[in-house]
Each structure stands twice: as structure tokens, then as C-alpha cells.
């Protein structure tokens, strides 16, 4: 184990991370259980969450990329870990993929894994073990995360295609988010964590390139985005997705209701009935706690269990038998 603590330490910092911040989760109807790799590879949840700290340690965008990592694996095929394969077809070459990242830390968490409990821990549950420490380390709250998902085989790039896009409207996001069993009001407060991060320009400058422009932009606000993206660099630029966006807080709600969502998807959140209330009812401290509960749900989508999948040894890689 080199230079890290033992396994008995780390399930220690690992308690005390997540008791001093978490929710227990409802009952899951999936297959998948809290603890589930208790006897297995007790110590799971504290390499991962010990791996977590150095990469989002040595770079600060790791956590918003991991964050949306989970989120685009488990709206495409469920939380099976497709988002992760590598190959010429796969998820990770749609164009809504590209701007994924965080990989690295993915893969020296599944490594650490494997050293201590080889064959044992499937991708998709170091992924989500791996999210929700990503919000624990931006200063978010941590929940228990049911665990037992196995690993797909499968990943096709056209599915990542009807990932929710910045441009759709409030119908359309409903509907997306409806598909996979998420309310409107798990839609909002899921939006909320676009409170750490960035977004290209090419993802909004529709709102500020025209003229008007987009009149539910705070006037400062399109004046400020402009000088952010200038035309010549809109290609190669990006923008905090809010005005905190290293720390994980409720500061996107905050911002919206000022009229300084960045997305399309996130300002218009407050001009529509369905969705208004809960930008208001996440604007303060109830939003971490939804927030948690509403990852728990996301992250029991489609879940692979029992004998389906594989228990993948290399994170990006279909096992060869
Ligand atoms: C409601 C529908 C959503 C839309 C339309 C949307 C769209 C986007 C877009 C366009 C970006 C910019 C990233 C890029 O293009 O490279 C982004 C960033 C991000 N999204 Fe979302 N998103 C949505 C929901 C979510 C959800 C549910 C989560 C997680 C629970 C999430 C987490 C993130 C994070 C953390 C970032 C920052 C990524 C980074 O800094 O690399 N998003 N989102």
C-alpha cells in the first residue's frame, strides 16, 4: 500500500467523512443493498475515497468531471459503467461526450480496488462510490450509496446522443429525466450540480451572439459572459457554471433567481410552473440534503445485478474470457 494508512484507518476517515454529512438512503427495490461489499472488500469505500482525495488534491477539476461522469453513465444503458469503455463506437466518442473527463481518477481508483479485492468490485460502483466523494470533497453532503451494480458490455455512441442537451426546454427536460423515473423536482435539484465546474461558450453563447440578447439574462450577467467568450475564442473557452464554482453549494439556485444561470436548461428552470418552486425550495441549506437523495435514485437506474454484466477488471475495458 506504499504510503497510505491502512485499510482499518481508512474505513475510519472514510466513517467519519460521510457521518459527519450523509443521509441513509430509502430502501432500493433494485437489487442493490448499502454495504453490499462488506464481507467482499470492506475497505472499499475508503480506497476509493482516499484515491479521490489525491486526484481531486492534485487537480481541481476532477470533481465536477467525475460528477457528470455518473450522470452520463447512468442516463445511457443505466449505471452499468458503459460510459467508461474504450473503443472506436463507444459512448465516450459521441459528441456529447467529448468534454468528459476525469478518467484518470477513475481508473487509480478501480487499480486501488483491484490491488485490495481483486475481481470483486464492479466499475459502476467504484464510479458512483467515486461521485459521491467527489461532492463530499467539493464541501457537499455524502449519502450511503447502495452498491451490487455489475458492469455492462455493451456501449453504443448514438445512445449518448439523447443525452439532455443546454438548449431544451423544460418540456423536454421533464420528459428526459421522466423516462428514467426522475420527477420534475429531481430534475431541478439534480440540475444543481451544476454549482461546481465549467461549460464551454459554444454551450450558451446562443443566448449572448444574437442581439437582444437573451432577455432572461441579467443585463451585468450578458455583458460579462460576452467578455468571457470572445468570438475568436469561443471554440477554446469555458466559464464557471456558477459564481462558486469550486465549492459545492447552493449558489446555482442563488444565481438563477438573479438571472445568472449559465445553460438555457438552468435559467429557464425558473420561468416554468413545474420547476420554479424548486428552484426556490433549493435555494438554501435543503438543497444538499435533496440533493444527496436525489443522486441516490439517479443512481439506481437500469442497474445491472445478480448474474447479468461482469465484474470488469480494468475500468475501460470489457473483461476477455
Ligand atoms: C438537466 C439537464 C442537464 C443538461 C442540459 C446539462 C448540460 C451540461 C453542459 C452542456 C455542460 C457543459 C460541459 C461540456 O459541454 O463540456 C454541463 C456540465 C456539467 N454538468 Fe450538466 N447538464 C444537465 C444535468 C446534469 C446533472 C443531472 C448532473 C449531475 C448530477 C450534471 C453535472 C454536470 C457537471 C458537474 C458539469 C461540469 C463539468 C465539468 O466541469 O467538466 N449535469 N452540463
Redesign the pocket.
Known amino acids: 500500500m506504499g504510503r497510505w494508512p491502512s485499510p482499518a484507518l481508512l474505513a475510519i476517515f472514510v466513517t467519519i467523512a460521510l457521518a459527519m454529512n450523509s443521509i441513509i438512503p430509502a430502501a432500493a427495490h433494485t437489487g442493490l443493498k448499502v454495504g453490499f461489499y462488506r464481507h467482499s472488500c470492506p475497505q472499499v469505500e475508503a480506497i476509493v475515497y482516499n484515491s479521490m482525495a489525491q486526484s481531486t488534491k492534485a487537480d481541481d477539476?476532477v470533481?465536477?468531471?467525475?460528477?457528470?461522469m455518473?450522470?452520463?453513465d447512468c442516463?445511457v444503458r443505466g449505471c452499468d459503467a458503459s460510459v467508461l469503455l474504450e473503443g472506436p463506437n463507444t459512448e465516450r466518442r459521441a459528441r456529447?461526450n467529448?468534454?468528459?473527463?476525469?478518467f484518470d481518477a477513475i481508473d487509480a481508483a478501480k487499480r486501488a480496488v483491484e490491488n485490495a479485492c481483486p475481481g470483486v468490485v464492479s466499475a459502476a460502483d467504484v464510479l458512483q462510490f467515486a461521485?459521491r466523494d467527489?461532492v463530499v470533497l467539493a464541501g457537499g453532503y455524502g449519502w450511503h450509496v447502495p452498491a451490487g451494480r455489475r458492469d455492462g458490455t455493451v456501449s453504443i455512441m448514438e445512445e449518448a446522443l439523447n443525452?439532455?442537451?443546454?438548449?431544451?426546454t423544460v418540456s423536454q427536460?421533464i420528459d428526459?429525466?421522466g423516462r428514467k423515473g426522475l420527477s420534475p423536482s429531481q430534475?431541478v435539484v439534480?440540475?444543481?450540480?451544476?454549482?461546481?465546474?465549467?461549460?464551454?461558450c459554444?454551450?450558451?453563447d446562443d443566448r449572448v451572439q444574437t442581439t437582444p440578447v437573451d432577455p432572461t439574462l441579467a443585463p451585468s450577467f450578458a455583458t460579462f459572459l460576452k467578455g468571457q467568450c470572445p468570438y475568436a475564442a469561443i471554440q477554446s473557452t469555458?466559464v464557471d457554471?456558477d459564481s462558486t464554482?469550486h465549492t459545492f453549494d447552493s449558489q446555482y439556485f442563488k444565481d438563477i433567481i438573479a438571472g445568472r444561470g449559465l445553460?438555457t436548461?438552468?435559467q429557464s428552470l425558473l420561468y416554468d410552473s413545474r420547476t420554479s418552486g424548486g428552484v426556490y425550495a433549493n435555494n438554501g441549506a435543503a438543497f444538499y440534503r435533496n440533493?444527496a437523495k436525489?443522486?441516490v435514485k439517479?443512481s439506481q437506474i437500469e442497474v445491472l445485478t445478480g448474474l447479468d454484466g461482469e465484474i470488469r477488471r480494468q475500468f475501460d475495458q470489457v473483461n476477455s474470457h
Open positions: 477539476t470533481a465536477p468531471g467525475i460528477l457528470r455518473a450522470f452520463h442516463f456529447t467529448t468534454g468528459l473527463h476525469g461521485a467527489a443525452l439532455p442537451a443546454p438548449s431544451m427536460l428526459v429525466f430534475m439534480l440540475s444543481g450540480a451544476h454549482t461546481i465546474g465549467k461549460a464551454p459554444v454551450t450558451f469555458s457554471m464554482a445553460l436548461s438552468d440533493f436525489a443522486m439517479m
